[in-house]
């Protein structure tokens, strides 16, 4: 089971250790008496969205022998109004760069992610509505830089 540990540093600055050692500063902005020196909870839980279902994708990529040469997610998360502010819908938008990238093979491992591996993916949709759309820039010569968007329904 995974485990961490949070300490308040200093008004409103608190930093989070991971099991795993490693450490995220989190912190309020002045309005809420704090300094700004950190991201704030609710927008970690979209940094390890998109972190867990990115490496989902990009190792299955891999393992697809895929030519990519950048990837990024933008996770775009709508709030309730009021109190406690959950996500109720979060939108991701996949961009895969490279040669000759297969659409398939990129549907496939979105796809695996959101719907088996993702484990933060899993949490968030019980809550939220999860939707994604991908786009594919191909940098192959021949193709004069095609860049093919789909939007998943």
Not at 27 to 36: H, L, P, Y
Not at 146 to 151: A, G, P, Q, S, V
Request: charged share 25%; hydrophobic share 35%; net charge negative.
């Amino acid at each position: 089971m995974p485990n961490a540990l949070v300490t308040l540093v200093k008004d409103m600055q608190f930093v989070g250790d991971s099991g795993t050692g490693h450490a995220i500063v989190m912190d309020a902005d002045e309005k809420f008496g704090g300094s700004n020196t950190g991201a704030r909870p609710i927008e970690l839980l979209l940094i390890g969205f998109g972190g867990c279902t990115g490496m989902d994708v990009i190792s299955i990529l891999r393992k697809k022998r895929q030519e990519i040469t950048n990837f990024e997610i933008k996770v775009d998360g709508q709030r309730q109004e009021g109190h406690p502010g959950r996500y109720t819908a979060i939108h991701l938008i996949y961009t895969v760069t490279g040669r000759n990238v297969s659409k398939e093979a990129v549907e496939r491992a979105i796809s695996l992610s959101l719907d088996k591996y993702c484990s933060v993916g899993a949490t968030l949709a019980r809550s939220a509505e999860i939707t994604h759309e991908y786009r594919i820039i191909d940098t192959a010569e021949e193709s004069g830089g095609d860049e093919r968007i789909r939007t998943a329904e």
